[in-house]
Nanobody, 121 residues
Framework: QVQLVESGGGLVQAGGSLTISCAAS????????MAWYRQAPGKQRELVAS???????NYAESVKGRFSTSRDNAKNVGYLQMTKLKPEDTAIYYC???????????????WGQGTQVTVSS
């Protein structure tokens, strides 16, 4: 079994910064793409950012230039660094790994439990 756990969410003022993390645990050999999604009240879950194992990144247009994702493959941890936060960034942020190779096999489509980010105006 593999577990993804997000942490670092909280309350921040508009214009501020916050970094959240996603820690993957288990007997992991490698993780393919790590992605960040968010879901605001009354809205569907949306893709915010993604990063390949080699460090290639993609961002939603709404966060481009403000958010940055990174990862530490040795520690199996992903990060989402958020700056110039806006009230519309308020959401539960979820970590996703599309493919994880463990010592026992391949695991597809893993999700964390989410962490709340609230941006006050």
């Amino acid at each position: 079994q593999v577990q993804l756990v997000e942490s670092g969410g909280g309350l921040v003022q508009a214009g501020g910064s916050l970094t959240i993390s996603c820690a993957a645990s288990g007997s992991i050999k490698s993780i393919n793409v790590m992605a960040w999604y968010r879901q605001a009240p009354g809205k569907q879950r949306e893709l915010v950012a993604s990063i390949t194992r080699g460090g290639n990144t993609n961002y939603a247009e709404s966060v481009k230039g403000r958010f940055s994702t990174s990862r530490d493959n040795a520690k199996n941890v992903g990060y989402l660094q958020m700056t110039k936060l806006k009230p519309e960034d308020t959401a539960i942020y979820y970590c996703n790994a599309d493919r994880i190779e463990t010592i026992r096999g391949i695991i597809l489509g893993s999700w964390g439990q989410g962490t709340q980010v609230t941006v006050s105006s």
